[in-house]
């Protein structure tokens, strides 16, 4: 068989390019501090500190949906399939769901506290070091315009199955058609 296709122009395609950004924008501020005192030619401490704070947003095209892909197969007692047999494949842009947004925010910061020494009357040309590290990261990930693949497998399925709060899915209506 053959592993690609060349495109014939009558496919209904979609360009996603034009909806996703060009330049992700991306925001960091940083802070870095380190500072040293020497008590005596055998004692000394040290702090080193640092700070960094980012955001982000990635904006991408409308989830594709391939129901191969997901496992998931649009049932012919589904009320919006007008051809009365199951598919295994269907391949839908969600455009009514709108872009793929990914905000992620983010801070890290770290202390370091210790002291240094030598030993020369006990073991000369020794010398010793004892710290405290601390650090921490935060981040927080928002995700939106993205499908709930259990939603979606009872939306799709037979009308019996979708029940409650489900709503049928019209995946064979065009861009707009889903409500």
């Known amino acids: 068989g053959q592993a690609w296709r060349l495109s014939r122009g009558d496919e209904d395609l979609y360009n996603f390019q034009p909806e996703n950004y060009l330049s992700t924008p991306y925001q960091r501020l940083s802070f870095y501090a380190l500072g040293n005192h020497r008590v005596s030619d055998y004692l000394g401490f040290f702090l080193e500190g640092s700070f960094t704070r980012r955001e982000s947003t990635v904006l991408l095209a409308s989830e594709p949906l391939q129901t191969a892909t997901e496992g998931i197969i649009v049932s012919a007692q589904n009320r ?69 693949r259990t939603r979606l497998a009872a939306a799709i399925g037979p009308d019996s199955g979708c029940t409650g709060d489900c709503v049928p899915l019209d995946l064979f209506s065009g861009p707009g058609g889903i409500t």
């Open 80 to 148: 919006y399939n007008p051809f009365g047999r199951d598919f295994d494949d269907v391949r839908r842009r969600m455009v009514e769901a709108g872009n793929r947004i990914f905000s992620r925010e983010g801070t890290t910061a770290r202390v370091v506290v210790g002291m240094e020494g030598e030993l020369p009357a006990i073991l000369p040309g020794w010398s010793w070091e004892a710290y405290l590290n601390y650090g921490r990261t935060d981040t927080m990930t928002m995700v939106t315009g993205r499908l709930n």
